[in-house]
């Protein structure tokens, strides 16, 4: 055993207390503790610690010729698995009681993925995204990070093997060749699809790299005032990003390199010298935590899911602490009752590698096998009243006419749905243009038309604003520009379409953002037809091209509705209530009208100047459905929304009518020579 290697097998305490930082960042980012968004990095940390820890064993064995796989995945499955396990079985049992039908089918669908270690495959799918709304109400969704490095361990034992017949050089060469390839296609997949950059091993694999090249190729520090300079320099690059960053962050790429190569700093020199940031990890009280580090990162999360669950979608400060309490609890049992019995191996374990293998073999069956029925049995929805479950699907279900519609494209007419009069020979003369609100808007869109025996149809793309030239800068950009563009060569050859109906999700366009239990922003610009070539962000971009869609629509002598935003209510109403039923708790209809106030009184005053003064008539969705007080999320036991800003098909039926219940459908009135837009602003 070189000399090397032996000082990196010897028990560090320093590095329990680095996981201790590790999993103490990811609790007050997953908390929402203020000034600590960018806790989310200690899984990073977690990264290279394995890295290094794992590939020090891993040379030594190697160069000593004693390493086999067997023994390798023994380890891996003593390590990991029991408390998995454990966190599994006992969440499945929690969660009769405390998960609601969705949640439950969720969390099952879940846990298959967390047992066979592909959960960040599936998540990637599930979520939209580790920040997305739909993940702050995954209760494994954690488990990610264990499945990237298990991937991760799958193939690295041959890669360095391979590596090491080359000699030890020639192992430093190829983890060093594969880490700067994984760094390099991170940094690229960051900028063009950064869900895939932070789920998937190949574009992770990096960060463990940096470990690993860390207990190969370490050196010894020439004096102790350079190991001491590292560490501190260490300490900032890894402190930074957990105060500095936050979900808006593109992340990981090269925005977590500052806390890699903070990570290893730390660890090459505390292996070097007894510095300061060394003391201070190695004090007893962090070090315990490390040491039930990885029982606390299992444990932390769940409790916080079903506070959020149970909590309005917020976590309160009351329910942190209960919570991250009981987590640390059910890390202290599970680090000494099943942690540690499991993970001793050889004659004196109590635990034989056969048996050890049997019985992870059969928990992981009965994991697979509870997954199976929770998802079969839609999250044993037997549990919630059968009204409550009623009104739940109905609300949350797509109806047939938007099915139907969203499938058309205006390149292609004859995929165009036709709702309305009955009639196949009956020539179009409505149009319902937008995005996913629209296309939410189809079945009272529908039932209006057939009550004024018109034909319509719908055009609708999801994410794509009937907005001329607005640019979104992410992958849909190029694709809603296009997409707008044809539907206004569609409108040019269809001269019987005499009316037109603008419907969008405003507010996400104009202020840039999401609600706050929403997680994203869109970036837009307007790419105006002018010379020279003229662009803008943000609000003037949405003002730019809504003026410029109301003057092409104009010029075409086409009637135009432009219709308000929906009302967003800022968490999931049907689920919300589906919760409320749950637990038996009563539940308001309505919410004040003051929180979705803020979201969308500044874009519908700008919509609706533009509209007056690009000869469109303006409906306030909100004023139609809301009070000057208070704004319904139920009527007469129907829920009015299908998430927190989509409409149901019951609200769309209900909102058509009243909408356009005083317009006297005529044709348009001839263009004016000028249309009075209020002045653009540059």
Known sequence: ???????????????????????????????????????????????????????????????????????????????????????????????????????????????????????????????????????????????????????????????????????????IATVAILTAASLTTSVIATNTDSQKAFFLPHLRAWELGFGSLLALASFKAPSYRLASACSLVGAAFILAPVFLYSEGTSFPGAAAIP????????????????????????????????????????????????????????????????????????????????????????????????????????????????????????????????????????????????????????????????????????????????????????PGFEQWLSNNGRVGSAIVKSGCPPALYLLRLDSLGAECLKWNDDVISFLRDTPSIRTVILASRWPLFYHGTRPKTEAGRIRSISIETTEPLQTSMGKTALEGSVRETLRILRELDITIYVLGSVPEIGWNVPKRLLNYSFIRAPHSSNVPRIIPEKRFEEPDAQIAALSEGGGATFMSVANTLCSSSKCPITRDGHILYRDDDHLSEYGARLLFPLLFETVEMTAPEPLQTEVNFPPAKR
């Open 1 to 171: 055993m070189t000399n090397s290697h032996r000082q990196t097998l010897q028990y560090r305490p320093d590095l329990d207390g680095l996981r201790c930082f590790a999993v103490c960042a990811v609790i007050l980012a997953h908390t929402e503790v203020p000034g600590f968004s960018g806790g989310f990095v200690g899984v990073d940390v977690f990264f290279v610690l394995s890295g290094f820890l794992i590939t020090a064993i891993l040379a030594t064995e190697i160069s000593e010729r004693t390493f086999t796989l067997i023994d390798f995945y023994e380890r891996r499955a003593r390590r990991i698995l029991p408390a998995l396990i454990f966190l599994l079985l006992s969440s499945t049992a929690f969660g009769f009681f405390l998960f609601p039908p969705w949640q439950m089918e969720s969390f099952g669908r879940s846990m298959a993925g967390a047992a066979g270690f592909v959960s960040n495959f599936h998540l990637l799918d599930a979520t939209g995204g580790y920040f997305g709304s739909n993940a702050k109400y995954e209760p494994l969704l954690h488990t990610w990070s264990l499945s990237v490095e298990e991937q991760f361990y799958v193939v690295f034992p041959i890669v360095l093997l391979i590596g090491f017949r080359m000699g030890k050089h020639g192992a």
């Open 259 to 442: 806390v890699i190569l903070g990570t290893s700093l730390i660890i090459w020199s505390g292996g070097q010298a007894e510095t300061a940031v060394r003391l201070l990890l190695s004090s007893k009280p962090i070090v315990w935590v490390g040491k039930i580090s990885y029982s606390l990162y299992l444990w932390h999360w769940p409790p916080l899911v079903v506070a959020r669950t149970l909590g309005h979608g917020e976590i309160t400060l009351t329910a942190a602490l209960f919570s991250t309490g009981f987590a640390f609890l059910m890390a202290w049992l599970s680090w000494r009752f099943v942690e540690r019995p499991y993970r001793k191996s050889g004659p004196r374990s109590p635990f034989s590698r056969g048996r050890a293998f049997r019985q992870s073999a059969i928990a992981i069956l009965a994991i697979l096998g509870l997954s199976w029925l929770l998802v079969a049995s839609s999250g044993l929805s037997s549990r919630i009243p059968s009204e409550a479950a009623k009104a739940y699907l109905s609300a949350t279900a797509m109806s047939e006419a938007e099915t139907v519609c969203q499938d058309g494209t205006p390149t292609d007419p004859s995929s165009l749905c036709r709702l309305g009069r009955d009639s196949s020979s009956t020539s179009l003369t409505t149009l319902l243009w937008g995005d996913s609100h629209a296309g939410a808007l189809t």
